[in-house]
C-alpha cells in the first residue's frame, strides 16, 4: 500500500531555512505527481506546492520564491526546501501523492514551528 513518510521538522527562527524530505513506498513514485499540503494552527489543509513527473511545479503565492519542491526518482524521496521561514509558515507539513489540495493519501506529516 502507499506509505508516505515525512522527516525534518522542527523548530526554527525567523529568516531561518529548513528541508523536509517524504520517502515514498508502494507505488511507482517516479510516474507520480506529488504535493506539499501543509495544516496552520487552527486552519484548514492548505496546498503548498506540487511537481509533476516532468518536474514542473506550481506554488502557493504565499511561498513562491521561498520554498522549492523538488523530487529524486532514484531515491522515491520527496523535498521541500524552505527559505525566509515567516511566523505563518508555522504548521503540520503533509505529502501526499497526486496535485493539488486533494491529493490523497498523505503521509504522517511533520511539524514546523516558526519562533523567535
Known amino acids: 500500500q502507499v506509505q508516505l513518510v515525512e522527516s525534518g521538522g522542527g523548530l526554527v527562527q525567523p529568516g531561518g531555512s529548513l528541508r523536509l524530505s517524504c520517502t515514498a513506498s508502494?507505488?511507482?513514485?517516479?510516474?507520480?505527481?506529488m504535493t506539499w499540503l501543509r495544516q496552520r494552527p487552527g486552519k484548514g489543509l492548505e496546498w503548498v506546492s506540487s511537481?509533476?513527473?516532468?518536474?514542473?511545479?506550481d506554488y502557493e503565492d504565499r511561498v513562491r520564491g521561498r520554498f522549492t519542491i523538488s523530487r529524486d526518482n532514484g531515491k522515491n524521496t520527496l523535498y521541500l526546501q524552505m527559505h525566509n521561514l515567516k511566523f505563518e509558515d508555522t504548521a503540520v507539513y503533509y505529502c501526499?501523492?497526486?496535485?493539488?489540495?486533494?491529493?490523497?493519501?498523505r503521509g504522517q506529516g511533520t511539524q514546523v514551528t516558526v519562533s523567535s
Open positions: 501526499a501523492k497526486g496535485w493539488g489540495v486533494f491529493a490523497s493519501p
Open positions: 511537481i509533476n513527473i516532468d518536474d514542473t511545479t
Open positions: 508502494g507505488f511507482a513514485f517516479r510516474i507520480s505527481k
